[in-house]
Nanobody, 117 residues
């Protein structure tokens, strides 16, 4: 398994969860790492990403609430989610994308995040 995601669960609105994604060294050191999510009936969307230089991207709806730290020592990228809202409910996927390539070439298994109101 090249990307192994973990950490989903059920949380009340306003709570926090942390997702983790462990990658192989070869993928982690050469790819933009990101978290996507797909809510029921909706398209998959990019939530946040971080490149090898540590430059981050966040979609507008999660700015100020989510963080995507990257641990180069353990080849792990986390998604720290704070102040969760019911609309954050989705299956979250870890992914890796080559710089300059529009779509990820590697996907982890999804992990369900459910935020209750």
């Amino acid at each position: 398994v090249q990307l192994q995601a973990s950490g989903g669960g059920l949380v009340q609105a306003g709570g926090s969860l942390r997702l983790s994604c462990a990658a192989s060294r070869s993928i982690f050191s050469t790819n933009v790492m990101g978290w996507y999510r797909q809510a029921p009936g909706k398209q998959r969307e990019l939530v946040a990403s971080i490149n090898t230089a540590g430059i981050t991207y966040y979609r507008t709806s999660v700015k100020g609430r989510f963080a995507i730290p990257r641990d180069n020592a353990t080849n792990t990228v986390n998604l720290q989610m704070n102040s969760l809202k019911p609309e954050d409910t989705a299956v979250y996927y870890c992914a890796a994308r080559r710089f300059g390539v529009p779509s990820p070439g590697y996907w982890g298994q999804g992990t369900l995040v459910t935020v209750s109101s």
